[in-house]
């Protein structure tokens, strides 16, 4: 095979990977919904990118989801197939301003994975479209980390049902208008609706290094630190670490020790709040539990089980979201049950990288 034989080939088997798409096509299940005497007219599409969106599909690559044969006809057809759309009926038109699936991990076991659908219902008057109504609205679901096939098969069971509330919540939106509040069906939905478009919150896998330097210490101490974004909520991240410090000369001397050296393995609880993207502030309260050796002036060594409690406030920068390098800086205060102190307050300087 030639040189160029082998470059087409090798364009090809790209495209196919870069392009490769999953078609979602909506079930025709009709919806049990009264008191209604109207069909939809047509549908636009205004959303810029046509796309659901860029997820793992069922075969656990990434491809591009869409909705089959188009966004328009799908929505048109799935409503229309609940409405009478008899020569008397009122006809809507839609606007999908926007329709999208997300997915991403809220823990080190769990994945949320929702859709948001935004649409605007108008009517025609003296051949321009007045508005009558516009919905948001998100339909979440959460799966084991190990469920991604399932995730998969079940993005149009999701988006189905986000059609469906819009459409309930747009009829109910017109009885309220037309007849006595008393006498609304009960099966309208009257769940509330999202205000506006919050991004699903991405999960940072961060790895850091932090020196640490106290009143009677320093040290260092590595750490794997899991959690999913938020632009409001407090964050929880799930945090293992391990760490090694060494007690200051001077206090050997008052204490009378060589050397002291202690290990331990922590957890806890530590929190995070965003404060502009890619700047979180901090707080954390832990339990570092380990081993404390000491080598008296006799070169007698001793080992005692160590456990003690800790606060920390620092700043973590965080200014790539997919892949790069992070930096903090903190201050702490701990109790321990140690040969040389109980109490120590010191700061820390962190570096890392999030993957």
């Excluded at 659901?52 to 869409?66: A, C, D, I, N, P």
């Excluded at 919540?169 to 099966?187: M, T």
Aim: proline fraction near 3%; aromatic fraction near 12%.
């Amino acid at each position: 095979m030639s040189t160029t034989q082998n470059i087409k080939l090798l364009l090809v088997m790209v495209s196919a990977n870069i392009f490769s798409q999953e078609n979602i096509v909506l079930q025709p299940l009709p919806l049990e919904i009264q008191n209604q005497s109207l069909y939809i007219k047509e549908v636009q599409d205004e959303r810029f990118r046509k796309q659901l969106g860029f997820l793992e599909g069922s075969t656990r690559k990434k491809k591009v989801f869409r909705l089959y044969p188009s966004a328009a006809v799908s929505v048109k057809d799935f409503m229309n197939i609940s409405l009478s759309g008899s020569d008397a009926s009122r006809p809507v038109y839609i606007k999908i301003k926007s329709l999208k699936i997300e997915q991403s991990k809220r823990s080190i076991s769990e994945i949320t994975t929702r859709v948001f659908v935004k649409l605007v219902f108008l009517e025609k008057e003296k051949n321009t479209l007045k508005e009558l109504f516009t919905i948001s609205h998100y339909e979440h679901q959460y799966f084991p980390i190990s469920s991604l096939t399932a995730i998969a098969e079940t993005h149009e069971k999701r988006i189905r049902a986000a059609l469906e509330y819009c459409l309930r919540s747009f009829i109910h939106e017109l009885l309220k208008n037309d007849v006595d509040a008393n006498k609304l069906p009960q099966e309208i939905f009257e769940k509330a609706a999202a205000d506006t478009y919050v991004p699903l919150g991405k999960w940072f896998n961060l790895l850091t290094y932090k020196k640490i330097y106290s009143k009677y210490n320093q040290g260092w101490r590595v750490s794997y630190i899991g959690f999913a974004d938020n632009e409001k909520d407090f964050m929880m991240p799930f945090v293992m670490s391990y760490e090694r410090y060494g007690v200051k000369s001077k206090r050997l001397i008052e204490k009378r020790f060589t050397a002291v050296d202690a290990y331990t393995i922590g957890g806890g609880f530590e929190g995070y709040i965003k404060l502009i993207p890619g700047l979180y502030a901090s707080f954390g309260l832990e339990i570092p539990m380990g081993i404390e050796i000491t080598k008296d002036l006799n070169n007698n060594k001793r080992s005692r089980f160590l456990i003690g409690a800790g606060a920390t406030q620092g700043l973590k920068i965080i200014p790539w979201r997919d892949f790069g390098v992070i930096i903090g800086v903190g201050v702490f205060q701990q109790v321990r049950n140690s040969k040389l102190y109980t109490t120590d307050l010191g700061f820390e300087l962190e570096v890392g990288i999030n993957f």
